[in-house]
């Protein structure tokens, strides 16, 4: 697989919004499809739809930026070993 410029893009986009707290942009970037899931890091935090979607985000987005909580671009050279072999079994 090769890198994709324009997800790349997208993504620095999504992640400036949550960096800065802005609910309004960072919702603009999301699927509007009804069958959009998004899973937070609490258990109630389990969306389904992108009204239940938005009304999360806009609830808790603006703790974000307040918290001063900054999100970056992912540096997979440091999570991931140079080659990857997977180790999959069928049995």
């Known amino acids: 697989m090769e890198p ?10 999504l ?7 802005d ?4 919702t603009a970037m999301l699927s509007q499809e009804a ?3 998004l899973i937070g890091t609490a258990p109630e935090e389990w969306m ?3 009204d239940a979607i938005g009304r999360l985000v806009r609830r808790a987005m603006p703790a974000l ?3 001063g909580l900054t999100f970056e671009e992912p540096r997979l050279d440091r999570i991931l070993p140079r080659r990857i072999s ?5 049995s």
């Open 23 to 26: 609910a309004t942009a960072f």
């Open 48 to 50: 389904e739809g992108p």
């Open 15 to 21: 992640v400036a919004a949550m960096s800065r707290g």
């Open 86 to 90: 997977p180790r999959w079994r069928c």
């Open 65 to 67: 930026g307040r918290a």
């Open 4 to 13: 994709s410029s324009e997800v790349r893009a997208a993504y620095l986009r």
């Open 35 to 37: 069958g959009a899931v």
